[in-house]
């Protein structure tokens, strides 16, 4: 029997009442009268897609993502396959590390979005996120052909193609997006990131035009002066490459809300909960095995050392991930959330299972390795974790990439994150969190000594075959001389050293900083009284 038009217009009013009233909830924080709201509604609203969807966004932000999961599910059914609903589902497996489960996903949403440029372009940014880039590359290639020559989209291309090796179509991409966006100064910067630039090839006069002009957005100026600096460096000129810098820093600097303070915070807490004791405790954790996290400050070689592992043909990168910090995170915070006496999430951390946490982990970092006996999380910022990923994961191994203090700190300095450590845009911020860095390492070594594995950048690239076998025989892998050659163009390394990486080992980058010494007083001065280095 069909339902009177009246009685269902009636119904779709007051499920967008209810809708509107429960977003709002969440908006205001009130998650938990968000989720009574559901519990309250009639039957035939409640079962609704679009509530449905709601109470999958309620349970969520209640930190429930496997309620979350199901209730998006029912929702797609419910909807009779609505793409948009799949797709929100594919972020929540994204999120939940469910990595095979999105590429299932991902097919069928691409197989049927037909002539849809946009979401072709959505479920490309999904398989970038997987670094699956020669994937994400395919589907940005199908999305251009039906929106044409989008910036965004040209500059994920061109983001894709940097990882992969493809740097030449990576750099056409980039000429093409900026004759449609030439305010885009962070094409800018990529673009210069490509090769070494020469004083037959370079974009000198081109950025400084742009920059003459006037670039709106103070990101965007920054973005072009990192460009322009790093484009100097290549040709030589030193000192006007160091003042632009110090301007493109400058200008970074006063785009970002940041207080280090917090984060220094944060590092003291975790050497402090991480006793000697805590790490000899009777706790055991997962026996699994095949985890190499590689870790240190960002620009110390670890990229190197992995390209080196993964040349073995016996290891697989599954690139710098989030997972152990995530998956850490979500476990100390359930505790605090229960106990509102504890202190900090370093000392929540404590009372989790960490066989639990090592278990979880591997499950979401082997699908990120395909399935790979033997993968590498080169991950930087794991230094953070070390002694958690010991008690987790008893069999992992773990190796730190040491580079000369003011080689390091130059070498981030000089580089341009865009969203990440936010440290390196400030001489002082950066020398109080490389000293922070410094002590959580040298912490790390009195608790667990033996654990960690120290490989000297300049060592690596002064004798790499010496070097190269005690990575090998730390990770238990029998050596062999292809080691040493240069990466293939078919390598992927999802990473800000991608090109880089495929030259041949070298060893210009040693004592880089001592150009700038003056420029760098700031951080030498910091350093050398924390004793980091010599005065």
Not at 80 to 87: I, R, T, V, W, Y
Request: proline letters at 3%; one cysteine or more.
């Amino acid at each position: 029997m069909s339902r009177n038009p009246n009685e269902m217009h009636s119904s779709n009013a007051q499920l967008e009442r209810q809708l509107e009233h429960g977003y709002a909830l969440l908006k205001a924080g009130s998650v938990q009268a968000a989720l009574d709201l559901v519990q309250l509604l009639p039957a035939g609203i409640a079962s609704s897609a679009a509530m449905l969807d709601f109470a999958s966004e309620a349970h969520l932000a209640n930190g429930d993502p496997h309620a979350a999961l199901d209730l998006i599910g029912k929702a797609v059914s419910a909807s009779g396959g609505h793409l948009m609903l799949k797709m929100k589902k594919a972020r929540l497996l994204l999120q939940m590390r469910r990595r095979v489960e999105v590429e299932a996903l991902l097919a069928d949403i691409a197989a049927q979005a037909g002539g849809n440029g946009g979401l072709l372009w959505q479920v490309g940014s999904f398989h970038a996120n997987c670094n699956l880039f020669e994937q994400a590359i395919a589907l940005y290639e199908k999305a251009r052909g039906l929106m044409g020559s989008d910036p965004g989209l040209l500059y994920d291309m061109a983001v894709s193609r940097f990882f992969t090796g493809d740097f030449e179509q990576a750099e056409r991409d980039l000429d093409l997006m900026l004759k449609i966006a030439p305010q885009a100064g962070h094409a800018l910067y990529l673009r210069a990131t490509l090769k070494r630039q020469t004083r037959e090839q370079n974009h000198i006069e081109d950025i400084e035009a742009r920059l003459k002009t006037g670039l709106k957005e103070p990101q965007h100026e920054s973005a072009a002066l990192y460009a322009l600096s790093k484009e100097l460096e290549d040709l030589g000129e030193s000192e006007r490459s160091f003042a632009v810098l110090r301007s493109a820093a400058a200008k970074k600097r006063s785009t970002l809300k940041y207080d280090i303070t917090a984060e220094l915070a944060s590092l003291r807490a975790v050497r402090e909960a991480y006793t000697a004791q805590v790490m000899t405790d009777g706790a055991e954790g997962h026996d699994g095995e095949g985890a190499i996290f590689i870790v240190g400050m960002p620009r110390t070689g670890t990229t190197l050392a992995e390209r080196m592992l993964v040349q073995s043909g016996r290891v697989q990168s599954a690139g710098e991930l989030l997972d152990f910090g995530n998956v850490l995170g979500v476990a100390a915070r359930a505790r605090m959330a229960a106990d509102a006496a504890i202190p900090s999430t370093a000392v929540a951390s404590l009372g989790i299972d960490f066989a639990r946490l090592g278990r979880e982990y591997l499950r979401g970092a082997s699908e990120a390795a395909r399935g790979a006996p033997l993968f590498i999380d080169k991950m930087p910022i794991n230094f953070l974790y070390c002694g958690m990923i010991h008690k987790a994961l008893p069999k992992a191994k773990i190796i730190h990439l040491v580079r000369d203090p003011l080689d390091s700190c130059y070498a981030v300095f000089k580089t341009l994150f865009f969203s990440a450590y936010h440290f390196s845009y400030d001489l002082d911020e950066l020398a109080d969190y490389y000293i922070a860095y410094h002590e959580m390492i040298r912490h790390w070594h009195t608790v667990m000594p033996g654990v960690i594995l120290d490989v000297h950048y300049e060592h690596l690239v002064t004798e790499p075959e010496r070097e190269s076998r005690r990575l090998f025989d730390w990770c238990g892998l029998p050596w062999q001389p292809s080691v040493l050659e240069t990466s293939t163009q078919k390598a992927t390394f999802a990473t800000a050293s991608a090109a880089q990486v495929r030259e041949p080992v070298h060893q210009r980058s040693i004592n880089s900083a001592s150009k700038h010494r003056e420029g760098l007083q700031p951080l030498i001065r910091k350093l050398a009284a924390a004793g980091v280095i010599s005065a």
